[in-house]
């Protein structure tokens, strides 16, 4: 069993990082994937948005079939929906995983993957009204939302909490403690600054 994430320039670093800690702990806590892969299109140094600089383990051409794939987002995105090269290779990985999962706005992605249409789906707080304007996805204002085998996060530190939960969906319970007691992932609900009352703020934040 193996994990593959998608890694581009421009991608936001805590949309791969932490889910990426989240896999490599249930791979060591609670027998996960054997693999937990980063994948770029072309080999060589990938530089995220904040400047971190990322050597991935394998290209698209030489990526073996995934069992899980997960695509974060970022202001590269913006591009990689209109790379073919990427969009067939996540539309081709799709086809024989058990589950697609993307985080923030690797959702446009999935949908310019063919993979999102006609689904429920979230994304960044910014961007939710750019996805309900694709109008075929069921837009929520969630932390993370499970469609089948079609997982999303809301932004960045929300794919730590998504895959947090696909670990307890498709390994259980017991798995999913290990990981996150592993992790110390016990976040502190204290919020700051009041903006949880900003007219933007999603849905579960509000309400929370």
Known sequence: MNFGIVIFDQAEE?????????????SRFADGPEECLLVAEKPGPVTCAKGMSVNPHTTFAE???????????????RREVSNPEMLS???????SAR?????CTGSFVLHAASLLSGKRATTHWRSLDRLR????????????????????SAGV????????????????????????????YYPST???????EHAKAPAYVRSS
């Open 14 to 26: 805590l949309d791969f990082v932490g889910p990426w800690e989240m896999v490599t702990m249930w």
């Open 63 to 77: 990526c073996p079939p995934l069992d899980y794939l997960l695509v974060p987002g970022g202001e590269g995105t």
């Open 89 to 95: 290779f996540v539309s081709t990985q799709a086809q």
């Open 99 to 103: 589950a697609v999962l993307s985080v």
């Open 133 to 152: 304007a694709l109008g075929d996805v069921d837009v929520l204002e969630q932390r993370y939302v499970q469609d089948g085998t079609v997982w999303s």
């Open 157 to 184: 530190s929300a794919g730590t909490d998504m895959v947090l939960a696909f670990i307890a969906e498709v390994a259980g319970e017991a798995a999913a403690g290990k990981v996150q007691f592993g992790a110390e």
């Open 190 to 196: 204290r919020k700051y600054g009041g903006f949880e």
